[in-house]
């Protein structure tokens, strides 16, 4: 496959994702928001907070090393050799679970029961449904590999949906069960996910389509581990890569999960203000989740299919540089006026939002300041998810090696700045030692992207410029919609909160035309590569 039908394949797989992710999360949303009014604050936390810690690290630790060295590279591979590499995830993953669940049992501050009854079932069943979500994991590589579009979007849409309908259902009809309802929910979810990649390379498998593909598996049984004769069981290439991701990964969870681990371990904050924190931050986070989440996954494939690891610039095919520096600039500059346009607007509408999804649980107090600070927060996110994803994609082994050393730094100065900062801001101070992790991470992927293109005439970090007159209307909308927010909203009645609204609207619509006048390069990327499959389709 050339790099051009690589960047068609993988538009065509960041677009669908995220459209079919907003369809399903619009569901959810609304089952999440029906749920707040019957839970509390408390049992929000423990779920939410320490419980899916757990769940995630084991998850994380089990497979994202697994992830990056066998997305690696061409698909024209030993898929033997690589499902077997993968298979190692499950053992792996029962061990983190035994020794994380005796640290959650045994090590962590046990809630009150009277309060939240039965948390070591929660324990063994979030422990449990993490091994069960392994077993899908050479499914969910080759899916990806071979850029099965909707596949992975409906399978964790259809779990996530399952999950939400199961907890309202419980949460209204036996209250009583505390943490039963979310373990049930939890292991339902992953169950669901695994049963839904098997069920379709159940049909794919031996299927005419399989066959003009030239799909490297014909039969479920190659899915399962493998010995080949007169030949190393894994590829060992593939398995050194893995341990360097690995150690990478240990980091990236600390620096990804962060702010949780403080949380969890050094009781900063109790149960329910990890509650409120949890709810802001996952409503803060769904751009992130919508759309720059899809981009990061689907073009860490492509970068990683069209560079060539280790090798220098001009030791590559220039056609694969130049669109590589031209996508890498293009995406820069998509992420970045998504994620400003969401600190912009986002500074003004944080308590309207809160109170229309959550009520006055979450727009009094703190939940407006923590969600402003996360409007912040969602653009640096937006700019490092991209600049990491050319990074990690085009690093050699030894770089990937080097990079794990800044990686421990700043795992162990983000733990401080958060435990420093939330004593002096409260939850707000976790989110500010994000921004400044974020930001670190930032200036280190510039760096090393700067040092790659040095030696071309490509400059794909003019993408972080922005011209002048977005700049101003950037400034007047902000301006316009704060004074907007102090005399409109949000305790003067619903007619002041939709004209809150319509003025935002038309400060939302000004910044558009100017994007469409001032930024054409980007205008054509967007046309040429997400929106060409659906006018094809219309026509």
């Not at 970068?303 to 820069?332: H, N, P, W, Y």
């Amino acid at each position: 496959m050339g790099s051009r039908d690589v960047l068609s394949e993988t538009t065509r797989l960041a677009s669908s994702s995220a459209l079919l992710q907003i369809l399903f999360r619009v569901i959810t949303f609304g089952l999440n928001a029906f749920t707040l009014r019957y839970v509390s604050k408390e049992m929000i936390g423990l779920v939410n907070v320490r419980l899916t810690l757990l769940y995630s690290t084991i998850v994380f630790l089990a497979r994202e090393a697994f992830r990056r060295a066998c997305l690696s590279g061409s698909t024209k591979r030993n898929w033997t050799k690589t499902i077997n590499l993968l298979w190692l995830t499950v053992p792996l993953g029962v061990c983190w679970s035994l020794f994380l669940g005796w640290i959650w049992l045994q090590l962590l501050e046990v809630p009150d029961p009277n309060s939240i009854p039965y948390y070591k079932i929660g324990v063994v069943a979030f422990g449990l449904s993490a091994v069960v979500e392994l077993l899908g994991e050479p499914f969910w590589v080759l899916a990806q590999a071979h850029l099965f579009i909707r596949l992975k979007v409906i399978a964790e849409s259809l779990s996530i949906i399952s999950k939400c309908i199961l907890t309202v259902i419980l949460v209204v009809l036996y209250p009583q069960w505390g943490l039963y309802i979310f373990s049930l929910a939890q292991l339902l979810y992953t169950s669901i996910l695994v049963l839904c990649y098997v069920m379709y390379f159940m049909k794919f498998l031996g299927s005419p389509e399989a066959t003009k593909k030239s799909f490297p598996v014909s039969r479920m049984t190659d899915l399962l581990p493998n010995l080949i004769e007169d030949q190393t069981v894994v590829d060992w290439k593939e398995a050194k890569l893995t341990w360097s991701f690995f150690k990478q990964s240990f980091l990236k969870q600390m620096l990804t999960e962060g702010e949780r681990y403080v949380m969890t371990f050094l009781n900063v904050l109790n149960f329910g203000d990890q509650g409120v924190y949890d709810i802001v931050n996952n409503l803060g986070s769904l751009v992130a989740r919508f759309i720059f989440l899809p981009i990061e996954e689907s073009f860490y494939i492509f970068f990683a299919k069209v560079l060539e690891r280790g090798t220098d610039v001009k030791l590559q095919k220039q056609d694969d540089i130049a669109m590589a520096a031209a996508v890498l600039e293009s995406l820069l500059k998509l992420v970045l006026l998504v994620g400003l346009s969401i600190t912009v607007f986002g500074y003004a509408y944080s308590q309207l939002a809160l109170d229309i999804y959550g009520g006055s649980m979450l727009s009094s107090g703190s939940g407006p300041s923590l969600l402003r600070c996360y409007s912040l927060y969602v653009l640096l996110l937006a700019v490092n998810g991209v600049t990491e994803c050319f990074t990690f994609a085009s690093m050699c082994k030894e770089e990937v090696d080097r990079f794990n050393f800044v990686m421990l730094a700043l795992s162990f100065t983000f733990l401080c700045v958060s435990y420093f900062l939330t004593q002096w801001q409260g939850s707000v101070g976790f989110i500010l030692a994000n921004c400044f992790n974020m930001s670190i991470r930032i200036a280190h992927s510039i760096h090393y992207i700067y040092n790659y293109f040095k030696e071309s005439s490509y400059r794909p970090l003019k993408g972080l410029l922005l011209s002048p007159s977005l700049i101003f209307v950037y400034i007047i909308s902000g301006v316009v919609t704060v004074f907007s927010e102090v005399f409109l909203c949000c305790d003067k009645g619903w007619l002041a909160k939709l004209i809150h609204i319509t003025v935002g609207a038309l400060c939302f619509a000004a910044t558009l035309i100017t994007v469409f006048f001032t930024e054409t390069k980007l205008i054509n990327f967007v046309r040429m590569q997400f929106l060409s499959r659906y006018t094809k389709k219309e026509t």
